[in-house]
């Protein structure tokens, strides 16, 4: 598998950054920035001495209070050297905010965006309308969300609140009240998901938010757990469903597709062998079989199951089936 790159904010947004704390008085100094930033004290001393040095910014270390500050008001920042993939990734970002639209969080991202665009006025001209057109995104089955339901569990998940709702299992009818304390909200699969703690059944659970109705806030609260995490929560998952297994998957995917599926990373536990005349094979760590199961189904006849076992025959049987409906008169 292939190391992931640690990435870092770009320079132009550190010290945009830098600048919007001098200038509304915050205590700024390396130790908060460094957290900040999450980037080294080097880079932090670095970009401080360029603002000063570089950009003639009237900026001072004052000991008294132990951080830096704005000698005089400064209104702007001054003009600055933006490249073309910073720029491009301005465009990518605003790009990006669609698949949050309908979301709360949709006017907050914005209004971030908004703030490192503002600092580019009058240093550099573009036409948004024109430039968008050289990135695109596009989302195949977006999920659908009651904005409803959506503020009241973001609102709940922030303020650690008990919440009930009535919830319906996919292929089922009838609703069911669940009682649970909301962890995390998660959009996985171009859909949003809430990882809650179940009280009645004592366990963590998934909830789909569009089969989620009639959320009721209840006056109660909770502490969440320190030990929780998202990353660790979905960690033998393909997509969305983890679950308690322990299942070493390896399928042998045909040359004709195996350049697409070295193009991407999967999972993180992947693993790839290639494998003589152009094919491959890509192996997996995961707790639960449906996800895959489906997903291997997509890519047809130029996927082969090897293992485990059990996979390999619930592919055989769905295979089996699909003949068997093909077969019959339309």
């Given at each position: ?73 400064v ?103 669940r ?44 502490v ?8 660790k ?39 790839i ?9 890509l192996r ?7 996800e ?39």
């Amino acid at each position: 598998m292939v190391p992931r790159t640690q990435l870092s904010r770009p320079p132009l947004e550190r010290m945009l950054r830098i600048h919007d704390e001098l200038r509304r008085g915050a205590l700024v100094n390396c130790t908060t920035l460094v957290k900040a930033l999450e980037v080294s004290r080097k880079t932090v001393v670095r970009d401080i001495a360029f603002m000063r040095d570089r950009l003639d910014l009237p900026i001072e270390f004052d000991a008294r209070i132990q951080a830096y500050r704005y000698t005089h008001p400064v209104n702007a920042f001054p003009t600055v050297h933006v490249t073309e993939g910073e720029l491009l990734a301005l465009l990518v970002a605003q790009r990006a905010l669609q698949q949050y639209r309908g979301t709360p969080f949709h006017r907050q991202l914005e209004i971030a965006f908004e703030k490192l665009a503002g600092g580019l006025r009058d240093r550099i001209s573009f036409s948004p309308a024109d430039e968008l057109r050289a990135v695109s995104f596009k989302n195949i089955g977006l999920g659908k969300t009651d904005l409803t339901v959506f503020n009241a569990l973001s609102r709940a998940v922030l303020r650690q609140e008990e919440v009930a709702f009535d919830y319906r299992k996919p292929g089922e009818g009838k609703k069911i009240r669940r009682s649970v304390h909301p962890y995390h909200l998660a959009n996985r699969e171009n859909s949003w998901y809430l990882i809650a703690f179940d009280r009645e059944r004592k366990a963590l659970r998934t909830f789909a938010l569009p089969r989620i109705a009639d959320v009721a806030v209840a006056k109660e609260t909770f502490v969440r757990p320190a030990d929780f995490s998202p990353e660790k929560f979905f960690a033998n998952a393909l997509g969305v469903l983890g679950g308690t297994g322990d299942y070493r998957v390896a399928i042998r995917f045909a040359p004709s597709v195996a350049e697409r599926v070295r193009e991407r990373e999967w999972h993180e536990s992947q693993e790839i062998r290639e494998l003589p005349g152009g094919a491959l094979e890509l192996r997996l760590r995961l707790g639960a079989l449906m996800e895959v199961e489906q997903w291997i189904l997509g890519w047809g006849a130029a996927a082969e199951v090897t293992a485990p076992p059990e996979l390999r025959e619930r592919i055989r049987q769905t295979a089996a089936a699909l003949v068997k409906l093909y077969r019959e008169a339309v």
